[in-house]
């Protein structure tokens, strides 16, 4: 299948900070392709570079097959770009906003309604209202819709999901298995591990590098260690005790457990539990669990702390 995006060698400083390093990769077209990462782990500054924003210090990108440098005109056309930050006009209505947009790429909120309808519909009852009024949710789903008013071949959104609730969360990426279905490549960041799993394929990105690129379920399967959760009564204590285990690997909280990476070993599970129990753990529960892309990422950067 022909690439979309073609990522080669991209580096970007600021000043001493080196933002990406050395980053290469490529999405195939009408590919979902997710970029999973922490805050200040490069992904803004790589979208920006993408939709021509900035202009990187060393590498090429291109999207579509037009380089991003030489021909950002073109790449300003095709694109639809979602940045992290609410950008719309706030004084305009929701109406306003979505006419105005259509209007820079000469078209009509009418031509291509039958895209956007799914996600529209859910604010067309607040058209009067002025986008800065709206809720998170609705500022969502009216920057999306701003973004995709003239058909474009690729999707970027940097962060789409970062401060609005649960059920908007599922929403917003059930609009974006939606959209896929009509042919358009779209890349999302996210720092949610947990949305990982919505995606095609996914680059954990950490430091500006590029720790592992495979589908989530590949990801996954790369975890060899054996992964324990555990819980006591005092889980601030748990986690020290637990890390000076001598089978452990590494430990850290995750949600109301803490996930425990620890070597392969018949007798370790009650060596463990003794261990913690003289420690004065009590009401101990110590279960082994299947790993998440959250808990391969824990474990790539263990790697990559250790070169």
């Avoid at 400083?13 to 290469?24: E, F, H, N, W």
């Avoid at 030489?70 to 004084?91: A, E, N, T």
């Avoid at 078209?107 to 895209?115: A, Q």
Wanted: aromatic letters at 8%; proline letters at 4%; glycine letters at 8%.
């Amino acid at each position: 299948m022909p690439s979309s995006v073609i990522i080669d060698h991209i580096s970007k400083s600021y000043g001493s900070l080196l933002a990406l390093d050395d980053i290469s990769l490529s999405t195939e077209k009408g590919e979902l392709f997710g970029f999973i990462g922490p805050d200040g782990a490069g992904k803004t500054t790589l979208f920006r570079i993408l939709t021509t924003l900035l202009i990187p210090n060393k590498g090429t990108a291109s999207v579509e097959g037009f380089d991003t440098v030489k021909d950002f005109k073109q790449i300003r056309k095709i694109i639809g770009y979602m940045p992290g930050r609410f950008s719309l006009y706030q004084d305009l209505s929701v109406e306003e906003n979505l006419r105005f947009f259509a209007s820079i790429f000469k078209t009509t909120v009418e031509e291509n309604y039958k895209l956007i309808e799914d996600i529209y519909k859910q604010i067309e009852p607040f058209k009067d209202r002025p986008a800065g009024k709206l809720s998170g949710g609705m500022k969502q789903k009216l920057a999306l819709s701003c973004a995709l008013i003239h058909k474009p071949d690729v999707l970027f959104l940097d962060e789409p999901t970062t401060g609005v609730d649960a059920v908007s969360r599922k929403e917003f990426w059930d609009m974006l298995k939606k959209l896929r279905a009509e042919g358009i490549t779209i890349l999302v960041s996210t720092p949610y591990m947990d949305e990982a799993s919505r995606c095609d394929r996914v680059a954990l990105i950490q430091e500006g590098k590029i720790l592992d690129i495979d589908t989530p379920a590949g990801i996954v399967s790369a975890f060899k260690e054996i992964l324990l959760a555990i819980k006591s009564e005092n889980m601030y204590q748990l986690l020290f005790d637990a890390q000076a285990f001598p089978g452990t690997i590494r430990a850290y909280r995750s949600g109301e457990f803490i996930h425990l990476a620890v070597e392969e070993g018949d007798q370790l599970l009650p060596q463990l539990k003794k261990h913690l129990e003289d420690k004065g753990h009590h009401s101990l529960i110590i279960k082994r669990i299947t790993p998440t892309v959250e808990d391969s990422f824990m474990s790539l950067m263990k790697g990559t702390n250790n070169q």
